[in-house]
């Protein structure tokens, strides 16, 4: 089956502007993570979303924000770019039940955002 | 607050030697899960194992061993016979009981296999 796809791969934007990146989670996955990994910072948790509700949120300024479709699918949002920013952005899906405790996510290639 | 740390940034070996990537945890909750993850070139988080607080065995996948204790808060992988396509940066990842699917990654180790 197909593994998580994400859009666009890279990307190169400027400070100040803003970028939307998007994500199809593994077909009959309901939830859907964003990561950022830095050099930096590693791996942070940016936030879930569960049928199209937000789940949890990592501890990232009010520029950052994410919606999920009726479809699963998931796209974020980056306003007011800055050049921290730069980044890249993956994504995760699982089905998302916790009956069984955590699942295991799926991620996908990434989003590398360049912010000049 | 939970956190993961894994001392070896990098680890460079000889193919065929054995090498231990070590990864010690730390979390208020009695109830969590590990993971490990290898991140190859391509970026992409390729799962490896997950494990839970009340599991203690160890496992056995191929030339992949992990070792499990709660006495060190330690989760330690070690791969046996390592070949150039083990290269990769591998994380080890905490989710606490509580905390969904939301994983608390430790800073990697970043591991190149010679020929």
């Known amino acids: 089956k197909a593994g998580v796809t994400q859009t666009p791969r890279y990307l190169i934007k400027t400070r100040g502007q803003q970028v939307t990146l998007s994500c199809s989670p593994i077909s009959g996955h309901r939830s859907v993570s964003w990561y950022q990994q830095t050099p930096g910072q590693g791996l942070q948790f940016l936030f879930e979303?569960?049928?199209?509700?937000?789940?949890n949120k990592g501890n990232f300024p009010g520029r950052f924000s994410g919606r999920q479709f009726s479809n699963s699918r998931s796209e974020m949002n980056v306003s007011t770019l800055e050049l921290g920013d730069s980044a890249l952005y993956l994504c995760?899906?699982?089905?998302?039940?916790?009956?069984?405790?955590?699942?295991?996510?799926?991620f996908g290639a990434g989003s590398r955002l360049t912010v000049l | 607050a939970q956190k993961v740390t894994q001392a070896q940034t990098e680890i460079s070996v000889v193919e065929k030697e054995d090498v231990t990537l070590d990864c010690v945890y730390e979390?208020?909750?009695?109830?969590?899960?590990l993971f490990w993850y290898k991140q190859p070139p391509s970026g992409e988080l390729v799962f490896l194992i997950r494990r839970n607080s009340f599991d203690e065995q160890n496992e056995i996948s191929g030339r992949y061993s992990w070792n499990f204790q709660k006495s060190t808060s330690s989760f330690n992988f070690t791969i046996t016979a390592s070949q150039v396509v083990d290269s990769a940066v591998y994380f080890c990842?905490?989710?606490?009981?509580?905390?969904?699917?939301?994983?608390?990654f430790g800073g990697g180790t970043r591991l190149m296999v010679k020929p």
């Open positions: 979390t208020r909750d009695t109830t969590y899960y």
């Open positions: 979303y569960f049928s199209e509700t937000q789940r």
């Open positions: 995760a899906s699982c089905l998302g039940d916790h009956m069984s405790g955590a699942n295991v996510l799926t």
């Open positions: 990842a905490l989710s606490e009981g509580n905390a969904g699917n939301m994983l608390t």
